[in-house]
């Protein structure tokens, strides 16, 4: 029987989830336990991405351990910038909204609006998406 290291047996977890109505956040949080300590846990980012692009709209937590978790890997924001490009969620529209919030510069918080701007338009955007987008853009007084 071959033994997986911690970081691939999370990506395979990841990849086979399933939301249910019940319990999603009690899994989640239960295979997210010890994560933070993990080496390399950068590479169960892509993982997590496809998560939530794969069920847009299911409820992972308000916002539940997987922002959480993205939130504490460094360099997490191409991905999401990446992520909202391929699949637009609930989720990753109210993490550009977290990221919205930090302190940027005019250039990085253009860039970021931006995004949101897209999700409106975005093909794949569900209607929950895009009034989260919404919501958020004139959170940030900039609907236009």
């Keep these: 029987m071959e033994v997986c290291d911690p970081i691939t047996t999370v990506i395979v977890a990841l990849n086979s989830f399933e939301p249910s109505p019940d ?12 994560f933070r300590s993990l080496p390399g846990r950068d590479r169960v980012a892509p993982a997590m991405f496809s998560l939530l692009e794969r069920f847009p709209d299911a409820e992972f937590g308000s916002p539940g351990p997987l922002v959480h978790e993205l939130e504490a890997i460094p360099g997490y924001l191409p991905l999401l910038r990446d992520s909202v490009h391929r699949q637009p969620t ?6 550009i909204n977290r990221v919205l919030n930090a302190n940027l510069s005019s250039d990085q918080r253009g860039a970021w609006l931006s995004e949101l701007r897209a999700v409106l338009e975005h093909p794949l ?8 987008a919404e919501d958020f853009l ?6 236009s």
């Design 23 to 34: 319990d999603t956040d009690i899994r989640l949080y239960q295979l997210f336990e010890g």
């Design 125 to 132: 955007a569900s209607e929950q998406t895009r009034r989260s």
């Design 138 to 143: 004139e959170h940030q007084g900039a609907k």
């Design 90 to 95: 609930h989720l990753t529209v109210w993490m």
